[in-house]
């Protein structure tokens, strides 16, 4: 049972061969508390429409399981090449429909974006953003493959901008949270927005 202040938040590092499904709490402190992780695979040798179906099974069920209130998915983005985005696109198109046929809105953000929110560098690799996501949720082992640290990094990420002042999720939302109140990652994460906001 989550606690009743807190934000859960499902997230979702999409892809055919490994899609990260993560779920945490996050209470209006920005104390976050894992609740579960996977990470769905299926293989190239597999015919497309098995290899959707079971990741719409995965997140279908673990939406039902965890009923969380917002799901966030990685944003796909032009570097990637196209065989990778056409499988991302996929995969995130699953999971945006079983989103919106419970009536949980979705949110889509950029690897940047997740970076710079976790660990206060959007350029941070694989390894600074596992290492921030075991010590937010005080995991003792790293979630394994990275994409399950990927998913969590997402959730964390929604959250942690969501309780922000002054973050397009926050407004005309009360909250008594302070720009001091933040972490040095979440205030990396409102400057870079207010940054974005008056044209760089």
């Known amino acids: 049972m989550r606690p009743g202040s807190a934000l859960r938040v499902l997230g979702v590092d999409p892809g055919l061969t490994r899609c990260g ?85 979705v949110a889509l953000h950029t690897p940047s974006e997740v970076k710079a929110a976790v660990t206060g560098s959007g350029r941070a690799d694989k390894a600074a953003v596992t290492r921030m996501v075991m010590k937010i949720l005080r995991l003792e082992t790293a979630p394994r493959p990275a994409d399950a640290a990927d998913a969590l990094a997402l959730a964390l990420a929604h959250a942690w901008r969501g309780s922000a002042p002054g973050s397009p999720s926050a407004a005309g939302r009360t909250t008594a949270m302070t720009a001091t109140a933040l972490t040095p990652a979440q205030r990396l994460w409102q400057e870079a927005e207010a940054k974005a906001r008056r044209g760089g």
Do not use: C, Y
């Not at 009923?67 to 944003?75: D, I, K, S």
């Open 21 to 105: 499904i993560g779920v945490v709490d996050v209470e209006r402190d920005r104390r976050a508390t894992l609740v579960g992780v996977t990470v769905v695979g299926t293989t190239a040798h597999e015919p497309l429409d098995a290899r959707l179906l079971a990741i719409a099974e995965a997140v279908e069920a673990w939406l039902d399981r965890f009923e969380p209130e917002v799901v966030a998915v990685e944003r796909v983005f032009s570097q990637m090449n196209v065989s990778t985005v056409m499988g991302v696109a996929q995969a995130s198109g699953i999971v945006i429909a079983a989103a919106a046929k419970r009536g949980i809105p």
